[in-house]
Every structure is written in structure tokens, then in C-alpha cells.
T-cell receptor, first 114, second 111 residues
Framework: GAVVSQHPSWVICKSGTSVKIECRSLDFQATTMFWYRQFPKQSLMLMATSNEGSKATYEQGVEKDKFLINHASLTLSTLTVTSAHPEDSSFYIC??????????FGPGTRLTVT | GNSVTQMEGPVTLSEEAFLTINCTYTATGYPSLFWYVQYPGEGLQLLLKATKADDKGSNKGFEATYRKETTSFHLEKGSVQVSDSAVYFCALGQAGTALIFGKGTTLSVSS
């Protein structure tokens, strides 16, 4: 089946710094990828839709200047958390759509901001 | 808008007990329905899915039937194992769109 990877799997950063998370579709091309956020013991909430070659579409309440998304190729989308603060600590999960509209999830990235 | 409601947990069972986790949905159109499982510290794994009414998804002893008349997609397993302990998410999605997830139900199985 299709495989989606994320890097890093976990990261600790200091408050005020920026962190980049990569989401790659390893064996298929994905025009569309999604970024979700999961708080401890809670559900996944969609943050944004990432479209290759165009600007991301953000969900209401998600700060686009804080969570920068770049989908520069058909196999890579990146999420950069800028000027991170402790409240940004969370589990970030991406997913990628195949041509057949099947959605495959990455393993997630745990971000801890100290 | 579309939404998913699943039963609150945690659900605590003994090994070999019968499992039901209820899931109901509200949707326009004809979404696909999914159950995902998340083991501690890991990402989501697709457990099963159904794409149209009356379809039954099944995998690893788990089953769920897409019931349009009751807008439900309840997850069942006849005999749970300790290794089934995890968080289970019901989700719905239209083709090509992001998924909408329920809040998740934690299952704890003891031997």
C-alpha cells in the first residue's frame, strides 16, 4: 500500500524558535496533502489543505502566518511552526491523497516547545 | 455540516469479551466511513472502511456496517484481545476531502 512518512518523528524546541516538519509520499504522487493537529487524548482537527503549486487553504481559527505550509513538489509538503510557544506543543499528523482519492496518514510528529 | 459522534470512553473489557463502539454521523451526500486505530505514541492506522450504504468493512476480526437508515457505523469485535487496547476513531469523508473524525474511544482490555 501507499506509504507516507514524516520527519522528524519528534522534536523539542525552545520558545520563540521555528520548526519545520516534512511530510512525504514515498511511492505515489500527491497533489493534495492535509495537515491535522491532535491534542493529548483528543481527536484530530484539520488545520489546512496543502495543494501542490498553490497556496494552502487554512481552516477557520488557524493562523496562516504562524503555520506556514509549502507544497513545492508532488511528494513533499512542509509545515513550519514559526515562533513556537508552549501552546503549540501537539502531535501533528499529515495525510496524502492518491489519484484514486485514497487518503494515507503519516506516523505523526510530536512537537514539544519548552 | 458533516460531523461524527462516537461513544465516550474509556471502554474497559476482559479478554475475549464482545466489543461494540457506537458511531453515528451527520452528512450531506454519500460519504465513505472509516474506523482508524491509534496505538500509544503512534500515528493512525486504517482499520476498516465502507464506501456505500449496507457495505460491511472488516479487518482483523473487527466489523462495521454502513447503515444509512440509522446513520451509524458501529464497530464490533466478537472476542477482544489485550493487543486490541488502543484508541479507536470513527471518521467520514467525501472523495478527495479531508476526513472528519469523532473524538475517539479508548479501549482497554485486561487479561
Amino acid at each position: 500500500g501507499a506509504v507516507v512518512s514524516q520527519h522528524p518523528s519528534w522534536v523539542i524546541c525552545k520558545s520563540g524558535t521555528s520548526v519545520k516538519i516534512e511530510c512525504r509520499s514515498l511511492d505515489f504522487q500527491a497533489t493534495t496533502m492535509f495537515w491535522y493537529r491532535q491534542f493529548p487524548k483528543q481527536s484530530l482537527m484539520l488545520m489546512a489543505t496543502s495543494n501542490e503549486g498553490s497556496k494552502a487553504t487554512y481552516e477557520q481559527g488557524v493562523e496562516k502566518d504562524k503555520f506556514l505550509i509549502n507544497h513545492a513538489s508532488l511528494t513533499l509538503s512542509t509545515l513550519t511552526v514559526t515562533s513556537a510557544h508552549p501552546e503549540d506543543s501537539s502531535f501533528y499528523i499529515c495525510s496524502a491523497l492518491t489519484d484514486g482519492n485514497e487518503q494515507y496518514f503519516g506516523p505523526g510528529t510530536r512537537l514539544t516547545v519548552t | 455540516g458533516n460531523s461524527v459522534t462516537q461513544m465516550e470512553g474509556p471502554v474497559t473489557l476482559s479478554e475475549e469479551a464482545f466489543l461494540t463502539i457506537n458511531c453515528t454521523y451527520t452528512a450531506t451526500g454519500y460519504p465513505s466511513l472509516f474506523w482508524y486505530v491509534q496505538y500509544p505514541g503512534e500515528g493512525l492506522q486504517l482499520l476498516l472502511k465502507a464506501t456505500k450504504a449496507d457495505d460491511k468493512g472488516s479487518n482483523k476480526g473487527f466489523e462495521a456496517t454502513y447503515r444509512k437508515e440509522t446513520t451509524s457505523f458501529h464497530l464490533e469485535k466478537g472476542s477482544v484481545q489485550v493487543s486490541d487496547s488502543a484508541v479507536y476513531f470513527c471518521a467520514l469523508g467525501q472523495a478527495g476531502t479531508a476526513l472528519i473524525f469523532g473524538k475517539g474511544t479508548t479501549l482497554s482490555v485486561s487479561s
